[in-house]
C-alpha cells in the first residue's frame, strides 16, 4: 500500500503506534518503568523458597510432637 492514499490523520496514528508499541515493554510502559517493576536478581539465591521450607519444617514439628 502507497503513502498516496494515507491522510494526516494516518500518519497520526502510525505516530502514535510507534510510541505505545516500542520496544517491547508491555503495557504500554516506558523503558525506565519497565526497569524500575521487574523481578531483579537475589544475590541471596531462593529466598522465598527456603524460608517457606523452614516454615513448613517447624510447623510439622510442632504438629508432631503433641
Known amino acids: 500500500m502507497s503513502e498516496t ?3 494526516e ?4 496514528n502510525f ?8 520496544g ?3 503495557k504500554q510502559r516506558s523503558k525506565r518503568e519497565v ?9 541471596s539465591g ?4 527456603i524460608v517457606t521450607k523452614l516454615a513448613n519444617t517447624e510447623k510439622n ?4 510432637k503433641q
Open 5 to 7: 492514499f494515507f491522510d
Open 9 to 12: 490523520y494516518d500518519h497520526y
Open 15 to 22: 505516530e502514535q503506534d510507534k510510541h505505545i508499541f516500542s
Open 24 to 26: 517491547h515493554s508491555g
Open 35 to 43: 526497569s524500575e517493576h521487574q523481578n531483579h536478581f537475589d544475590p
Open 46 to 49: 531462593h529466598s522465598r523458597k
Open 61 to 64: 514439628k510442632k504438629g508432631s
